[in-house]
């Protein structure tokens, strides 16, 4: 155990209940695929998505990431790598996306034909049928000659 980690459990044991549960790990603040960022630069990042991003006049991730930065600077906030402007896009649902920059019928072929996808949660719950005409000729498995067909 490191020097650092020592003092870290003396501190911890001075400001806790006196149960050995103060010593205890606690969980991480952040991690791979945490949002680190404080809650009022999320709200910036939403609402500059919303009425920037999300417009038929279509602008890029640079312009879109310098309108956060610039919000973020006006509230005195450090603002945000532009990864991160991409990556909040990104997570955005394609077909919302592609509405509200491209219109409804830009939409409709990333839509379901009946609306809302069923739930499937065991094999054959949904099968689906391809009526496309091909040219297939049927062999008997024993004789191997092509089958007479419906009479």
């Known amino acids: 155990m ?3 980690q020592v003092y870290t459990l003396i501190g911890r ?3 806790g209940t006196g149960l050995l549960t103060d010593l205890a790990p606690g969980r991480s603040a ?3 695929g945490g949002r ?5 630069v999320e709200a910036v990042i939403r609402e ?7 417009t038929k006049q279509k602008p890029s991730l640079a312009v ?3 309108q956060i930065v610039r919000e973020c600077k006006t509230l005195g906030l450090a603002g945000p790598a532009r990864n991160t402007v991409a990556l909040r896009i990104e997570a ?13 019928d830009a939409a409709r072929p990333l839509q379901s034909a009946g609306g809302k996808v069923p ?7 949904q099968v689906q049928i391809d009526h496309t005409v091909i040219d297939l000729i049927v062999v008997d498995d024993r004789t191997g000659s092509p089958s007479a067909g419906p009479s």
């Open 2 to 4: 490191s020097r650092r």
């Open 13 to 15: 044991r001075r400001k």
């Open 30 to 32: 952040g991690g791979r």
């Open 36 to 40: 680190r960022l404080p809650e009022l």
């Open 48 to 54: 500059v998505i919303r009425k920037t991003y999300l």
């Open 64 to 66: 879109v990431h310098r």
């Open 92 to 104: 955005l649902h394609p077909v919302e996306v592609r509405r509200r920059r491209e219109g409804s």
């Open 119 to 125: 739930d499937i949660v065991a094999p054959l719950d």
